[in-house]
């Protein structure tokens, strides 16, 4: 027997985090048409060009790692900040391939160490990031214990109590 006096207050946030959800999955879906379409533009070029140098194949890297990212939330609902941080390597390291050649031997320099730095820092980051979620969890690790005591809550019967949610499992 369900809790049947649910308020209006909870089925405007259930419709709200269903209609969040839903704008996710259009959205992403689009975007992943669009990097799809844009990566298949970039390797037909390649073809058409009937050789492929380094800066095409990091800029095919960064579109999979962004089709990655997106196959990543859709199978577990999380936006991996990690996968963010690969792209942006990706990205500086194909910008010193490709555009700091171009530039003057001064600046050639300073743009080659500030690049390299901020390359070590995203790296750093990376590193810090997994460190922290293994020792110390993430945000959404209580998100998902909390709404899924609500959805246990709601199924069982009007004098029942959920079971102890600060059981720890083994993540899959």
């Known amino acids: 027997m ?3 006096n649910v308020g209006i207050h909870e089925r405007l946030q259930n419709i709200g ?3 969040v959800d839903i704008s996710h999955y259009i959205i992403l879906f689009l975007i992943s048409v669009v990097v799809v379409w844009a990566a298949g533009k970039e390797f037909i070029g390649i073809i058409q060009k009937g050789s ?11 579109y999979l790692e962004l089709l990655a990212m997106i196959g990543i939330y859709f199978k577990t609902h999380r936006l991996p900040v ?13 910008h010193l391939v490709v555009d700091v050649q171009a ?20 790296s750093a980051s990376i590193v810090v990031l ?18 899924a005591n609500l959805a246990i809550e709601a199924l069982l019967p009007d ?9 720890k499992h083994r993540r899959e």
Do not use: C
Request: aromatic share 12%.
């Open 159 to 167: 004098n029942a109590q959920a079971p102890d949610s600060n059981t």
């Open 103 to 122: 530039v003057s031997d001064y600046f050639h320099l300073w743009l080659l160490a500030t690049i390299s730095v901020a390359i070590m820092v995203l």
């Open 2 to 4: 369900a809790k049947k």
């Open 17 to 19: 985090r269903e209609f």
């Open 52 to 62: 492929a140098d380094l800066k095409d194949i990091l800029m095919l890297f960064i």
């Open 130 to 147: 997994t460190w922290t979620a293994k020792t110390f969890g993430r945000p959404e690790d209580n998100l998902d214990r909390k709404y």
């Open 82 to 94: 990690q996968f963010l941080i690969f792209i942006a390597i990706t990205a500086l390291s194909r």
